[in-house]
């Protein structure tokens, strides 16, 4: 084994031990090819581990949090899925918000690559306000979750997961919500389960164009994994005002700068990075634009204009920069191509149009679902 994997898995199985939960209930099924069993824990931040991680955050200039985000608090109790995948136990961290009235629809919340189930926070009160039950998941390799350190990464895994998941719960029906590369994941679970997935609705989705197509070069994941080993605060502020906010910024942005910059000051950086670089290379890899024809659903694009993402783009020559990232583009684009589809633009948005304008995002988002009857 390799001196990067032996310290690798080290962290793994110390920040493991480090974090293993009191467990009060559990219950053990047979889900696909998954033996998965769903355990509610309170998502405690290991001491032994944040006084350390503490220490070394103040002297990085900022908080520092365990391998699978200990120490950062969510908006709503946090759970975990536990099941076996590729031979492995592993667990998914998610939120379960039940409505005070219930209309009898579910919304799956999917966070992107540089983004939580924490991030949704404004998104699951407005849900929920409206009577939707609101699932919200960390998936493998993010945030909460378990990060192993060898998976085989795709897409359609990652949508077996959240259904395994989905089907622990009772949840066979429901509106999945991708934003970003979570919306990448939102296409491939509609492709895969369309009789499952009521409406589908994507928030500026990456994935709208193939960058291998067009000229963005291949990166190894050795590559990428020395990339995110330099992520630092300022690279992820300068990344997000750049692509995401159009140049501008606010206060209200900084907190989900540190909760992705507190897991590289941590004790696991390592393995929060070598997962990082295999989600690198499943992103660019596995373009979903060719299928979006398939999509026989409601299907709801919600996209800021102003946001310019496309992965890989600073590794690309300034002649294939210049014609990827256009989202008012590749939104009508998507639009054409998937059959059942509205399209709602937010003209001075960019990449997160719900934390820009949380407001406008909302109304259009709840508008776009109420239009969808819940016994479809």
Avoid at 94 to 121: E, I
Avoid at 180 to 185: A, K
Avoid at 361 to 371: E, I, K, S, V, Y
Wanted: glycine content about 8%.
């Amino acid at each position: 084994m390799s001196l990067r994997r032996c310290c690798l898995l080290a962290l793994l199985t110390a920040s493991v031990c480090a974090v293993a939960p009191a467990v009060s209930s559990a219950s053990a099924a047979t889900l696909g090819n998954a033996a998965a069993a769903t355990t509610a824990v309170s998502d405690a931040s290991p001491a032994a581990a944040s006084a350390a991680a503490v220490s070394a955050g103040a002297a990085a200039g900022g908080p520092a949090y365990g391998p699978e985000l200990q120490g950062f608090d969510y908006p709503a109790p946090v759970e975990r899925f536990e099941f076996m995948s590729q031979g492995v136990p592993l667990h998914m961290a998610y939120m379960d918000v039940k409505p005070a009235h219930p209309n009898g629809r579910t919304a799956v919340l999917l966070h992107g690559k540089n983004f939580c189930a924490a991030t949704w926070g404004a998104t699951i009160n407005r849900l929920s306000d409206a009577g939707y039950r609101v699932i919200a998941p960390d998936q493998i390799g993010f945030c909460k979750s378990s990060k192993p350190e060898h998976y085989q990464y795709s897409f359609q895994q990652l949508a077996r997961n959240t259904h395994a998941l989905l089907a622990s719960l009772g949840v066979s029906d429901a509106t999945m919500i991708g934003h970003s590369t979570g919306g990448m994941l939102a296409i491939r679970y509609a492709l895969m389960y369309p009789h499952e997935t009521q409406q589908l609705v994507l928030v500026n989705p990456i994935g709208l164009e193939d960058w291998k197509a067009k000229g963005v070069p291949s990166l190894s994941v050795d590559e990428w994994y020395q990339r995110e080993l330099k992520t630092s605060a300022d690279g992820i502020r300068r990344y997000e005002q750049s692509n995401y906010y159009a140049g501008q910024w606010r206060a209200d942005y900084e907190p989900w700068v540190q909760m992705l910059a507190g897991m590289y000051r941590g004790p696991g950086k390592q393995i929060v990075a070598w997962n990082s670089a295999l989600l690198d290379d499943m992103i660019y890899t596995q373009p979903v634009v060719y299928e979006l024809g398939q999509l026989s659903m409601p299907t709801l694009l919600l996209i800021g204009q102003k946001d310019t993402t496309a992965i890989g783009k600073d590794a690309a020559s300034p002649e294939v920069r210049a014609k990827i990232g256009h989202y008012p583009e590749l939104g009508k684009a998507a639009a054409k191509a998937i059959p059942h589809a509205t399209l709602v633009e937010f003209a001075e948005l960019g990449h997160a149009p719900q934390m820009q304008d949380p407001q406008a995002f909302h109304q259009a988002l709840l508008d776009g679902m109420a239009a969808v009857p819940a016994n479809r």
